[in-house]
């Protein structure tokens, strides 16, 4: 949550508002766009994060599976962009293993996003009224 808040208030507005064209860069599955492109792309990454900063603030369910998902495929760009950097096997490894990781936390974090608030809400109706039909009498 606190790396989607960095991402969405600091990060990408500096990045789209005050970094140069000339020198900006985003990685979509690891390939580099740089300049235009990477303004462009940009915009959906921020999108992504406040999404993200959003959903895990409510631990919303919808984010499971996409919260994996999303970090599954930054482990794979993350190996591939460095895979395709010269004499960087190592490094493309060893930037794949800690996304791959987080990427297995967050599948196997299923219930800590999925809530049955329809059950919920039932069993609170059963339990504040003391019996099904929400009454309160018998």
Same mark, same amino acid.
């Given at each position: 949550?606190?790396?989607? #808040?960095f991402?969405?208030?600091l990060?990408?507005?500096?990045?789209?508002?005050?970094?140069?064209?000339?020198?900006?860069?985003?990685?979509?599955?690891? #390939?580099?766009?740089?300049? !235009?492109?990477?303004?462009?792309?940009?915009?959906?990454?921020?999108?992504?994060?406040?999404?993200?900063?959003?959903? /895990? !603030?409510?631990?919303?369910?919808?984010?499971?599976?996409?919260?994996?998902v999303?970090?599954?495929?930054?482990?794979?760009?993350?190996?591939? !962009?460095? !895979?395709?950097?010269?004499?960087?096997?190592?490094?493309?490894?060893?930037? /794949?293993?800690? /996304?791959?990781?987080?990427?297995?936390?967050?599948?196997?974090?299923?219930?800590?996003?999925?809530?049955?608030?329809?059950?919920?809400?039932?069993?609170?109706?059963?339990?504040? +009224?003391? +019996?099904? +039909?929400?009454?309160?009498?018998?």
């Open positions: 949550m606190l790396f989607c #808040i991402m969405t208030f990060y990408v507005p500096w990045d789209l508002l005050i970094k140069p064209v000339e020198v900006d860069q985003e990685v979509w599955f690891g #390939i580099m766009f740089t300049g !235009w492109a990477a303004k462009w792309t940009a915009i959906p990454h921020w999108l992504v994060y406040a999404a993200g900063a959003y959903g /895990f !603030w409510k631990m919303s369910g919808w984010m499971w599976p996409w919260a994996a999303y970090t599954g495929q930054v482990a794979i760009g993350m190996a591939v !962009w460095a !895979w395709l950097q010269p004499g960087s096997v190592l490094i493309a490894v060893g930037s /794949f293993i800690p /996304f791959a990781i987080l990427t297995w936390a967050l599948w196997n974090a299923r219930p800590l996003f999925i809530h049955d608030d329809i059950h919920d809400d039932i069993h609170d109706d059963i339990h504040d +009224n003391g +019996n099904e +039909n929400g009454t309160g009498s018998d």
